[in-house]
């Protein structure tokens, strides 16, 4: 799934948007999705508090796996509903080789709501 580089920004258009790393307080099955998902609640601390994201991660995640982790979201772009569930944040991954989400995360350990500079 890779292709040319998108259009220049400048750096204030990256500021504008928010990119938060957050932690997994649940990780539910999402039946009513089209694809397979999981139904997210991701704790991003004191500031932002628990959002909910709809998330595309059942070839290489299980809910069990998920509750815990750290991982980054876009908190900021508005809701999205998602048949009947409504997605407040973007959790964000890479395509592996067939195309199958790998969670962006971090391999140090940082708190909730840190915002990615």
């Known amino acids: 799934m890779s292709g040319p580089a998108a259009a220049p920004l400048t750096f204030a258009d ?6 938060r790393v957050g932690q997994v307080v649940s990780a539910d099955p999402f039946p009513e999705a089209r694809k397979p998902a999981f139904k997210l ?7 932002i508090g628990v ?14 796996q998920l509750v815990g982790r750290k991982v980054a979201a876009v908190v900021n772009f508005p809701p999205r509903q998602i048949g009947p569930f409504m997605s407040e944040v973007l959790t964000l991954g890479f395509p592996d080789a067939a195309g199958e989400v790998v969670l962006v995360g971090v391999d140090r350990e940082v708190p909730v709501g840190g915002r990615l500079f």
């Not at 609640?41 to 500031?47: C, L, N, Q, S, W």
């Not at 959002?51 to 069990?64: C, E, F, L, M």
């Open 14 to 19: 990256v500021r504008k948007v928010d990119f």
């Open 41 to 47: 609640a991701i704790d991003f601390g004191p500031g």
């Open 51 to 64: 959002k909910k994201s709809s998330a595309q991660i059942t070839v290489h995640y299980t809910p069990d």
